[in-house]
């Protein structure tokens, strides 16, 4: 089974690279693909990670891709607007928690002030448990929580000219590994919101939780993210909104079928393995096992700043799970900028 997992985070970037990834604007991770995406890139969420740090939970999502070039470096700010971790904690893929933050009108210079919101669904009740302002470490619970809010350099690190030459079809003289090696990403940054918080105030049963997270404007869902990269590989342009307001209970019943076809096309599989993978995607959720410090590579659990995801899934979409790898990677392996070893984590923006 941890083969198969692991086969399966591979399916996904392999799909991605023959039918999802386009020119930067659309990026590499979940950057302004949906139509609705497109209209702001304050709403469009690139990047979801959840994992430990000691007896806490960290969770980071980053939205504004190539923030101060093709977005604003801004929260939105518009009545009824929000960014959302939802939390499932007893397995139904329903959430029972809620991490809410709103963000105030920007000043001039762009500082901004934002509110954390934690809503218990089942007690019905809500209460603001953090407050603060943008590119400040804010404290919460005694000081046991953090929340962050503002711009940081974008955690994410791929040769994308290179993928483009080679996979992509774009023309150029660019291969994996040659003497112009480049993260595509590097000096580009992103607004992050970043939420550390006890461990045990998430969980109910079992040490496990459900995440993913969800940009709302005007009681309407525009982007959601669990797993990296579903919607990018999976789904085509005209179903992308539909994609995103879909609830996780709902995934395998609406967009089963299409995984499934998706797979059996571009990646060979038979309709039992198809299935079999599709179960294991959907519902689009990052699983984590709050008592694990396990990574999304190879096991599926949350997902983790430093991992190198693109790394593993070319070895393995390329022979390296039964042979030696047609692309054993794309050479870049770590972010340009490292990573803290405290709140709120991202590397500084540029």
């Known amino acids: 089974m941890k083969n198969l997992r692991t086969f399966v985070v591979m399916a996904v970037v392999m799909l991605t690279m023959v039918v999802g990834l386009a020119a930067f604007g659309a990026g590499a991770a979940d950057h302004l693909d949906a139509p609705l995406v497109q209209e702001d890139g304050r709403l469009d ?6 994992f430990v740090h000691g007896d806490n939970t960290v969770l980071v999502m980053t939205v504004n891709p190539a923030a101060g070039v093709l977005s604003p470096t801004t929260l ?9 971790f939802a939390i499932d904690n007893d397995g139904d893929y329903m959430e029972d928690l809620i991490l809410k933050v709103r963000a105030d009108r920007p000043r001039a210079n762009g500082d901004q002030r934002a509110n954390l919101f934690l809503e218990d669904v089942h007690a019905g009740t ?31 690190f791929f040769d994308l000219q290179a993928f483009r030459d080679v996979v992509g079809g774009a023309g150029g003289s660019r291969t994996f590994c040659d003497a112009d090696t ?27 939780i459900n995440v993913w997270a969800r940009t709302i404007d005007r009681m309407e869902v525009i982007d959601r993210m669990g797993k990296p990269a579903l919607n990018t590989v999976f789904i085509d342009s005209a179903d992308k909104d539909a994609y995103n307001k879909t ?10 079928d299409r995984f499934v076809a998706v797979l059996q096309l571009f990646g060979g599989y038979d309709d039992a393995t198809a299935q079999t993978i599709t179960g294991l995607l959907l519902p ?11 990574g999304f590579v190879g096991t599926l659990n949350g997902r983790q700043l430093s991992e190198d995801v693109i790394d593993f899934e070319l070895t393995v ?8 790898p047609g692309i054993p990677g794309d050479c870049v392996d770590a972010n340009d900028q490292p990573f803290l070893a405290s709140f709120p984590y991202l590397a500084d923006a540029n």
Do not use: K
């Open 284 to 294: 689009d959720v990052l699983t984590l096992d709050t008592s694990s410090t396990d």
């Open 76 to 84: 939105r700010n518009v009545p009824g607007t929000r960014y959302e």
């Open 317 to 324: 979409v390329t022979g390296g799970l039964i042979g030696t």
């Open 182 to 208: 480049v993260d595509f990403f590097a000096g580009f940054n992103t607004t992050a919101i970043v939420v550390e918080i006890p461990s045990w105030r998430l969980t109910g049963d079992t040490s496990t």
């Open 247 to 256: 609830t996780p209970t709902d995934d395998l019943a609406m967009w089963g």
């Open 126 to 156: 809500q209460r603001r448990i953090a407050a603060g302002r943008s590119g400040q470490v804010n404290d919460f619970l005694r000081a046991e929580g953090h929340f962050y809010h503002g711009l940081r350099d974008d955690p994410f």
């Open 45 to 50: 969420i690139n990047d979801v990670y959840a």
